[in-house]
C-alpha cells in the first residue's frame, strides 16, 4: 500500500508539472502533419489562427465560417513583458495606428476594456467592434467569437492596403506588433556590449531573425488561397519569416 | 503500513516512552490520488505542436532582371492539385485527401509551346519499406548527391560518432553546397490545393534537404499545360466551380479562356 500511495504521488505531481492546459480558441483546427521537429515556443509568440469551413454540415453555405483571422499574443518568461503587460502595449500602438488612419470615426478604448483585453488570450474582431466587444462579459464574448457566421467575427484581411494607402485592420496590428517588438528590443538592448546583443532572445529578434514569432495555424482542408491571404498580408508587412504550425509525423508514415 | 513504531534497540532507557503505534488510513487519500491523476492524465496535452519555418520572399514587383532564375536543367515545377467532393475535399479509403501533383522539369515555356508528355502526375506517397516513393523517389533522384552524403552524415550520427549539433550543422552546409548539382523547385498551389497540399509539398522539400525552393502562384502557361493533360488523359483537373470564392490567388489562376 505504501509502495502504491508513493507511486500516485509520484505519478500525480510528474502530471501537474508536465502539463500545460490548452488555451482556449473560438474555433478547433486540425493542423497537417509534417516530419518538422521544432516545437512551437512558449513565449514570444504572436499565433494566427485561421477558421475553417464549417464541418458540421448544418449551414447552407459551409464557407462562411472560412478564413475568419484571430490573433493571439504571449509575452515573455519575465514578468514586466508578460503576456498581460505585452498585450496592453499590443492594444495601446495599434489603436493609436488605427485613429491616426482613420481620424473620422475614431475608437476609444477604457481603462477597464484594456484591462479585458489583456486578459483575453485569442480575440478577432474588428477595430470597429472592439470596445464594444470587449465591454462584454467573458461568457458573452466566447459565445460572440464562436458564431463564426457573424461578419462581424474576425479580423478583416480583405484589401491589401486600399487606395489611400491605409492599413486593413490585420496589417494594423502586425505593424502594432512589429512597433512594439522593436521597442522592446532597443530598450533591452541598449548599454549592451554588441555579443550580449547578439544574445538577446525577445519578440523581435523571434519575428526577424529566427522566423519563430509568428506561427500561422490553419485547418489542413482549408483551401490555399484562404491561407494565401494571410501570407500575403505578412509579405506586405515585410514579416516574410513565419512558422506554420503542424502536427508531428514521421518520415515512413504514407503520405496523403 | 501507515504505522509509526518507535525502536528502543531492545533496550530499556531511562525515561523512555510508552511505544506507541499510530494509524492512519491512507485509502481515501489514494482513492484521490488516483482520481487526480486519472485527471490530469486527461486533461494534458502532452504532444505539442510542430512548427515549420518558412521564408518567403518580398511581394513586391520584382523587375525582370534582378529576377533570380534558375538553370532550365536544375528546375522542377510542381503544380499542386487536391481533388474535391463536392465542396469537401475527397478522401481514399484509409480517409486520407487525395492530392495530386503535376510536374514538368525545367521552367515554364514562356512562348506557350507545348511538348507532348511534358506534365507527369505523381502523388505525395511516402515512404513504403523504407523507400522512397511517389513525388518523394523524383525529388530524391534529383538532389542525389546531396542526399547520398546526408546519408553518410546520418549515419554517423545515429552510430553517435557526431552530435545532433554538429549534424545538423553539417546537413545545413551539405544541403547548400553550392558544388553539388541541386534541384531548383517551384511549389505551384494550384486553386484547388488545400493547405495540407502545401505543407505535404513544403515537407517533401526538408525530408529531401532541397534548399532551393518557391512558392509561386501557377501562370498562364501552367494552365496550358493542365489543360493539354486533360484533353490527353481525358481527366478534369481545373474545376472552377470547385470554390466560387473569388479572391486575388484564384483570379491570377484562372485559365485565359474560361
Not at chain 1, 462562411?64 to 490573433?71: A, H, L, N, Q, S
Not at chain 1, 514569432?213 to 491571404?229: L, M, N, R, W, Y
Request: proline share 4%; net charge negative.
Amino acid at each position: 500500500m505504501t509502495a502504491m500511495s508513493d507511486v500516485t504521488v509520484l505519478l500525480l505531481t510528474f502530471f501537474m508539472l508536465t502539463s500545460t492546459f490548452l488555451q482556449k480558441e473560438p474555433t478547433i483546427v486540425y493542423t497537417p502533419s509534417s516530419v518538422s521537429e521544432e516545437k512551437v515556443p512558449m513565449n514570444n509568440l504572436v499565433t494566427v489562427l485561421i477558421s475553417c469551413a464549417d464541418k458540421g454540415g448544418n449551414m447552407e453555405d459551409p464557407t462562411v465560417t472560412e478564413g475568419k483571422i484571430f490573433i493571439s499574443f504571449t509575452g515573455d518568461a519575465d514578468s514586466t513583458l508578460s503576456s498581460v503587460n505585452i498585450r496592453g502595449m499590443m492594444l495601446d500602438e495599434a489603436v493609436a495606428i488605427y485613429n491616426a488612419q482613420h481620424q473620422n470615426n475614431p475608437i476609444t478604448i477604457t481603462a477597464a476594456q484594456k484591462n479585458e483585453f489583456m486578459n483575453t488570450n485569442m480575440f478577432g474582431v474588428p477595430f470597429s467592434v472592439l470596445p464594444e466587444f470587449l465591454s462584454m462579459s467573458v461568457t458573452d464574448r466566447d459565445k460572440f467569437q464562436g458564431n463564426l457566421a457573424n461578419p462581424a467575427v474576425g479580423i478583416p484581411i480583405n484589401g491589401n492596403r486600399d487606395r489611400d494607402g491605409r492599413l486593413n485592420d490585420f496589417q494594423i496590428w502586425l505593424k502594432a506588433i512589429y512597433n512594439v517588438a522593436q521597442r522592446i528590443n532597443s530598450d533591452q538592448a541598449a548599454g549592451l556590449t554588441d555579443a550580449e546583443r547578439s544574445q538577446l532572445s525577445n519578440l523581435y529578434t523571434a519575428l526577424m531573425r529566427k522566423g519563430e514569432g509568428i506561427a500561422v495555424k490553419a485547418d489542413k482542408d482549408t483551401p490555399f488561397t484562404t491561407v494565401q491571404e494571410v501570407f500575403d498580408n505578412l509579405q506586405t508587412m515585410k514579416l516574410n519569416k513565419f512558422s506554420l504550425m503542424t502536427a508531428l509525423k514521421s518520415e515512413d508514415e504514407p503520405t496523403n | 503500513m501507515a504505522q509509526i513504531e518507535q525502536s528502543d534497540g531492545g533496550k530499556k532507557k531511562k525515561g523512555a516512552q510508552k511505544k506507541i503505534a499510530i494509524h492512519v488510513d491512507f485509502t481515501p487519500m489514494v482513492d484521490m490520488n488516483m482520481l487526480l491523476i486519472t485527471f490530469f492524465m486527461l486533461c494534458t496535452t502532452m504532444i505539442k505542436s510542430q512548427t515549420l519555418q518558412i521564408i518567403l520572399p518580398t511581394n513586391e514587383q520584382v523587375s525582370d532582371q534582378n529576377k533570380s532564375q534558375a538553370k532550365q536543367s536544375e528546375a522542377i515545377t510542381m503544380i499542386l492539385d487536391t481533388e474535391y467532393n463536392g465542396d469537401r475535399p475527397a478522401v481514399d479509403e484509409n480517409g486520407k485527401t487525395i492530392h495530386n501533383i503535376y510536374y514538368y522539369e525545367g521552367i515554364a515555356d514562356t512562348t506557350f509551346q507545348i511538348t507532348p508528355n511534358q506534365l507527369k502526375a505523381e502523388h505525395f506517397v511516402g515512404n513504403v519499406n523504407h523507400e522512397a516513393q511517389g513525388i518523394r523517389r523524383i525529388l530524391y533522384s534529383k538532389n542525389e548527391q546531396v542526399m547520398q552524403r546526408y546519408q553518410e552524415l546520418k549515419t554517423r550520427w545515429k552510430n553517435r560518432e557526431i552530435t545532433k549539433e554538429q549534424f545538423d550543422s553539417a546537413a545545413r552546409k551539405n544541403a547548400g553546397d553550392s558544388t553539388l548539382t541541386r534541384p531548383v523547385v517551384v511549389i505551384k498551389p494550384g486553386p484547388n490545393t488545400t493547405y495540407e497540399g502545401l505543407i505535404n509539398a513544403i515537407d517533401e522539400m526538408n525530408i529531401n534537404q532541397i534548399s532551393r525552393y518557391s512558392i509561386e502562384l501557377p501562370t498562364h502557361a501552367d494552365t496550358l499545360l493542365l489543360r493539354n493533360y486533360e484533353q490527353t488523359h481525358g481527366v478534369t483537373i481545373i474545376r472552377p466551380d470547385v470554390r466560387t470564392r473569388t479572391n486575388r490567388a484564384t483570379t491570377e489562376a484562372s485559365t485565359p479562356n474560361s
